[in-house]
């Protein structure tokens, strides 16, 4: 009988504890914009970083091996997904408070800043010629707008 009602008892606080509220409260403030969390400041970055290694590694395999475009179905795969980051960046804007540092922490450091500019040029291996450029126009301490434009390089040589 006993056993019974300390087993009862720990159940009980088994099951009281599970439906607890665990973390802090969220802070009321003025902004309407949330800021990203560094798990997707982090994810972002990781993501922004492999896309960057593989087309490389893929631009150096083919000159390896002398045959252009040997895998173009890949790298406009990993295109595509570095242009997918970028809208859905450019989409949420308007509820995101991105912020320089964030910038920073997920592409690193700006090919060309200004005030009110920060940009970005995308360049494969040995190419001297930027492939997508990136440009985010800056507030004060905010990003207010972000393009990106694909360049043909072919063009420029």
Not at 69 to 97: C, M, R
Not at 109 to 123: A, D, G, T
């Amino acid at each position: 009988m006993l056993n019974r009602i300390i087993y009862f008892l720990l159940l009980q606080f088994l099951f009281l504890s599970a439906f607890a509220q665990k973390g802090i409260e969220a802070k009321v403030s003025d902004n309407p914009k949330r800021k990203l969390t560094k798990t997707e400041i982090k994810f972002m970055s990781l993501k922004f970083d492999s896309i960057k290694f593989n087309i490389n590694r893929m631009v150096m395999f083919e000159k390896e091996l002398r045959q252009r475009n040997y895998y173009l179905n890949e790298k406009t795969a990993l295109l595509d997904e570095l242009i997918a980051i970028l809208k859905s960046l450019q989409e949420s804007i308007e509820v995101i408070n991105l912020e320089k540092k964030d910038v920073k922490q997920i592409f690193g450091r700006p090919n060309i800043h200004s005030v009110s500019h920060y940009i970005y040029q995308l360049e494969t291996f040995k190419s001297n010629c930027p492939f997508i450029e990136i440009d985010f126009e800056i507030g004060e301490l905010n990003v207010t707008k972000i393009q990106y434009k694909i360049i043909d390089c072919e063009r420029m040589k």
